[in-house]
């Protein structure tokens, strides 16, 4: 079976740019959680999806959003880009939510603000 | 919120050493999760802890979950080079689907 995958793998933008980010989760699996992790740090929660409806979100503006999609898969849009967006997203994808189940994280996207 | 912190930051070690990294929430967790991040890597799996005063073991590492639910511990034992990275420690709340990593504990080895 394949791993949670994420595209692209590396991404250059320019400040004020948009960016979408995308996921597809372990067959089966059909919870999907965003994290952004700054080198460095431990990884911050940014959303989390399960049957296509939001079930959490951290502390981060409006600029970032999801969406999960009937196929379970997930993209992040993070408008208006700032430096500070220069991290590693990661996501990670889990059997049904609120039981007890490890994460699974893909690679990530190493996303540069330029 | 919630905030997950680990102590220490940083810990080097000579090989054949044994290591250990704390991890406190603020407030009382249902569970407690342990994943390892390799350099230039993501976060791995461990195990999970989900009952008060839990103990388990994975050959060199054991693993406790504190009798409140607020603090555990990954203790390794004679550590290897293969053990290098970052270890995250992770609550989740009750009533609460959001996993808060902690600030991680990053471990290299001095063969």
């Known amino acids: 079976d394949a791993g949670v995958t994420q595209s692209p793998t590396h991404l250059i933008k320019t400040r004020g740019q948009q960016v979408t980010l995308r996921c597809s989760p372990i067959?089966?699996?059909?919870?999907v959680s965003w994290y952004q992790q700054v080198l460095g740090q431990g990884p911050q929660f940014i959303f989390q999806?399960?049957?296509?409806?939001?079930?959490g979100r951290g502390n981060f503006p409006d600029r970032f959003s999801a969406r999960q999609f009937p196929n379970y898969s997930s993209e992040l849009n993070v408008n208006a880009l700032l430096l500070g967006d220069s991290a590693l997203y990661l996501c990670?994808?889990?059997?049904?939510?609120?039981?007890?189940?490890?994460?699974?994280f893909g690679s990530g996207t190493r996303l540069t603000v330029v | 919120g919630q905030q997950v912190m680990q102590i220490p930051q940083y810990q080097h070690v000579q090989e054949g050493e044994d290591f250990t990294t704390y991890c406190n929430s603020s407030?009382?967790?249902?569970?407690i999760q342990w994943y390892k991040q390799r350099p230039g890597g993501h976060p791995v799996f461990l195990i999970q802890?989900?009952?008060?005063?839990e103990v388990k073991k994975q050959k060199r590492l054991t693993f406790q979950f504190g009798e409140a639910k607020k603090n555990s511990s990954l203790h390794i034992t004679a550590t290897q080079t293969t053990d290098v990275g970052t270890y995250f420690c992770?609550?989740?709340?009750?009533?609460?689907?959001?996993?808060?990593f902690g600030t991680g504990t990053r471990l290299t080895i001095i063969p």
């Open positions: 407030t009382t967790l249902s569970n």
């Open positions: 067959s089966g699996h059909k919870s």
């Open positions: 990670a994808s889990s059997r049904p939510t609120g039981a007890n189940y490890g994460y699974t």
């Open positions: 999806y399960y049957e296509k409806e939001e079930r």
């Open positions: 802890l989900v009952k008060s005063g």
């Open positions: 992770a609550g989740r709340g009750f009533g609460n689907e959001k996993l808060t």
